[in-house]
């Protein structure tokens, strides 16, 4: 196993996209400007929460916004999914303003829903005071942090579908002419499998990148912060990541347990380095009878878990053979939604006691 990578960053990480490990880190959790970095929260809130149909008036406050522009014009409608692209794609603060005011109510509004995301993902070293990234006391995160928000957002298709598009053409309505704007981000072009995502720069940030690519079916986030050779150093870290840290399945959905009448109902992968999987140990946790009278596990009987280094690194639901394998990654989902289509206070008990069960490690 390598140690890690050189760079030129004050601080840099590098995690895959599946398991969130983090497979290199230099100053990760330090509390840094972060720039434009910033609006991957920005569009990942705006996705959850906003509609993508509905148009986006541009304000007083929005319009000619300091810094990367879009160029909107006062009072000009867009869609919000448009503008979007806007965002990432050419990094417009007006866009980034104009979004935050539509989502949240007000810029301020917007701001509490970015924060409480950061909060309800753990991110312990983050902290937001507007969506655009223009410096501001008290506006920051930390590499490891903007790993793990990028890796989140990976899993949104329409955030994914954003961040790796090279190009795209928007209806004007003030010109004859369409908007058209090309990615700022270098690695769509320079990187062999690069799919995103955002690029940062103010005057006190300094350079800013995250990047991300995809090999072999397996995803990498790559981040740096204040790096004056960022697209040289995330080629290095995404090369040293997909080399020495391959995604390894681990096991397959469907497969029988050895010496049970169980089978697994999802595959599990994770990255790991030369000589690691044989550290990884295996193990069963069965359920326990909520009812000798009453069978509501719909085949659920307990779950395999992963062990390593001493830590638990994930878990896979184990079913009765015979029985359906939902396609959901989370099985507690699965009970829930079926409990909660049967009206019985005790079925609601019973399923709690189950999820209790299967608490999410």
């Not at 005057?203 to 040289?232: E, M």
């Not at 062990?307 to 184990?318: A, C, T, Y």
């Not at 019973?350 to 209790?356: A, E, N, S, T, Y």
């Amino acid at each position: 196993m390598q140690n890690g990578v050189s760079t030129h960053a004050q601080a840099a990480s590098l995690m895959d996209v599946t398991s969130g490990r983090v497979l290199f880190s230099k100053h990760g959790d330090d509390e840094l400007r972060i720039a434009s970095l910033t609006k991957i929260m920005t569009a990942i809130v705006a996705i959850e929460h906003g509609q993508m149909n509905q148009p986006v008036k541009v304000s007083k406050n929005a319009y000619a916004k300091e810094g990367s522009s879009i160029y909107l014009k006062l009072g000009e409608q867009m869609g919000l999914e448009n503008m979007l692209y806007g965002l990432m794609l050419r990094s417009g603060n007006d866009a980034a303003t104009a979004i935050a005011e539509h989502v949240g109510g007000s810029e301020e509004g917007f701001v509490y829903l970015m924060n409480a995301k950061a909060e309800e993902l753990g991110l312990k070293h983050t902290h937001f005071m507007n969506p655009h990234g223009l410096d501001a006391e008290g506006h920051y995160s930390s590499a490891n942090d903007l790993a793990t928000l990028t890796a989140y957002a990976m899993h949104n298709p329409m955030f994914k579908e954003i961040v790796k598009t090279p190009v795209k053409k928007v209806p004007n309505p003030n010109e004859a002419w369409d908007y058209k704007w090309d990615n700022k981000n270098k690695m769509l072009r320079f990187y062999d499998g690069a799919d995103g995502v955002k690029t940062g720069y103010t005057k006190k940030a300094f350079r800013c990148l995250v990047s991300s690519a995809t090999r072999n079916n397996q995803q990498l986030v790559s981040v740096t912060i204040n790096d004056g050779d960022d697209w040289n150093d995330h080629g290095k870290m995404l090369d040293y990541g997909f080399a020495y840290f391959p995604l390894v399945n681990l096991i397959q959905r469907g497969q029988k347990i050895e010496g049970q009448e169980l089978v697994t109902s999802q595959s599990f992968s994770y990255p790991v380095a030369e000589g690691e999987e044989d550290a990884i140990t295996k193990r069963l946790v069965l359920l326990k009878p909520v009812s000798k009278d009453v069978d509501i596990s719909f085949g659920l009987k307990g779950r395999i878990e992963f062990i390593f280094e001493g830590k638990k690194i994930g878990k896979v639901p184990v079913y009765s053979q015979g029985s359906f394998l939902p396609e959901n990654s989370n099985p507690t989902k699965d009970v829930m939604q079926q409990g909660a289509n049967n009206q019985s206070s005790t079925w609601v008990s019973v399923i709690g006691k189950l999820l209790k069960e299967m608490l999410v490690i």
